[in-house]
């Protein structure tokens, strides 16, 4: 064990994963803070709206998992200083650093792995939510994820057992538990890939079809999601290809990936509380937003004019009609020459916009928020 030079910085590879372990707690603790705030502000003001109960946004799914991964993210880090005051202090009165963090059997270890993989499990599983919400709640979208979600707890919980078997000096990259690392590892990058293509690829298809009526730059659109969801799945890469390298920065990779785990989720969280997640939407069709034409008079027909006809139509909004009142008109799909009249009528101003019914990460129809609520 002395003459593997892994091993032997070991002590000095820790004292920075506990700085850069806290640096990113707090910018964790921030987020979360940030995110639960708004969330509970937002949910008031919808249940002041709506008349219901403000304590509903309590037992969404979002607002429960910010509080587990809260508690497993903090618990990883108290473990992870505690550990270091024990092997620099408690453990052989300070003298064999190196045996310590070299004994992956230790219960500490064991300890902080768990609270890795909950993190993990949890941040997994609200990716999968947020998939499920995007794709209009399309539970065959979600089948192939749930799957792989499934297979990281069985490999999680062999992963725990198989450190806790573990003796001093043996092989862990070639052993067993080289086996259960690499199958965790592969199994959270295959759901996190899996969902971030559908989420990018599902929001693209929805974005392109409006990108002509004024929305805005489709790769600003993308940016916090492709960005959020790829933190976690290239950190979760960038473990298992220094794991295979047997490099000295796995250590520091595997200990710092609770916290970006957190954060990746975290960013997520706070665009949902700040209205700025996609949503589901029930159905949508389109119309031209802004977009203003005027009625044919006389001059534009050699036969006759016109006349509006009532007709109701879902997805247009009349704003502004010659009547005494507001009501949706549009030209009628068979029209019939006026009669009796020698002028046409006066020329019209028609404002068509969308009417987007959506529903949000409650299951409860919202309305229309603008370019903002549909960004990502």
Known sequence: MSSNPEIQSLVTTNLATVCVESALTGIFWVLYAASTYLLALRGRERAAQAGSSPRSVFKTPMFIASHIIAATVTAHWSLTVYRLFRALVQFMSGTEPLYFYADIAEPSEIA??????????????????????????????????????????????????????????????????????????????????????????????????????????????????????????????FFLLEFQLQSVVQFTAIDVWSPVCGITFMLINLRVALGWAQKAYSHSRSASSGFSRRLPTSSAHSSAAYPLRKHDLSSAVVDAVPYSYKEPYALSPRPCPAQDSPSAYPPLTVNITRVVNQIDDNGSSVPYEGEEGEAV
Not at 128 to 146: A, C, D, E, Q, S
Not at 195 to 213: D, E, L, P, V, Y
Request: glycine share 8%.
């Open 112 to 237: 902080k792995t768990a609270c890795l993989v909950a993190t993990v499990l949890a941040s997994d599983a609200m990716i999968i939510y947020r998939l499920y919400i995007i794709w209009g709640y399309n539970k065959w979208v979600i089948i192939f994820p749930v799957l792989t979600w499934c297979g990281l707890i069985v490999c999680g919980v062999g992963l725990c057992w198989q450190f806790s078997k573990y003796k001093l000096g043996e092989d862990a990259y070639h052993g067993e538990i080289g086996t259960w690392i690499t199958s965790d590892c592969a199994m959270t990058f295959v759901t996190n890939l899996y969902c971030t293509g559908c989420i990018a690829w599902r929001i693209w298809r929805n974005r392109i079809r409006t990108q002509s009526f004024g929305g805005r730059n489709l790769m600003s659109a993308l940016a916090i999601v492709i960005e959020s969801a790829l933190i976690h799945t290239c950190w979760n890469f």
